[in-house]
């Protein structure tokens, strides 16, 4: 049974039948996980998901030991990145987290 929230949209129904609700253990799908969330603030789940390749990509698949290591110019090439939520404060907490993460 699906919920309701889930919609037409192929991208939540994956989300819901494969994703929601279901306990998470690896440390770089957590990772992932905050990295969306923080960007979600304030926005939709779906706008996210529907961009979630965009991050994967641009977040170097989430490994938080690469993310950590972003510097200014990274994150300047990422405010600049159409794919993702081109918010400084978010982009900057992704990196600040992954440096959190890994302590």
């Known amino acids: 049974m699906r919920c309701g929230w889930a919609g037409p ?6 989300y ?8 998470v253990r690896d440390d770089r799908r957590l990772f992932e996980f905050l990295v969306l969330e923080g960007a979600q603030a304030g926005l939709s789940w779906i706008t996210i ?13 989430f490994d938080p030991t690469r ?17 993702l939520v081109r918010n400084a404060r978010k982009i900057d907490s992704a990196v600040e987290n992954a440096r959190a993460f890994l302590r």
């Open 9 to 14: 949209d192929p991208v939540y129904i994956a």
């Open 16 to 23: 819901h039948d494969d994703e929601w609700g279901v306990p």
């Open 49 to 61: 998901l529907r961009k979630r390749e965009n991050y994967r990509r641009a977040f170097a698949r």
């Open 67 to 83: 993310v950590a290591r972003f510097e200014r110019r990274a994150v300047r090439a990422l405010l600049d990145n159409a794919g």
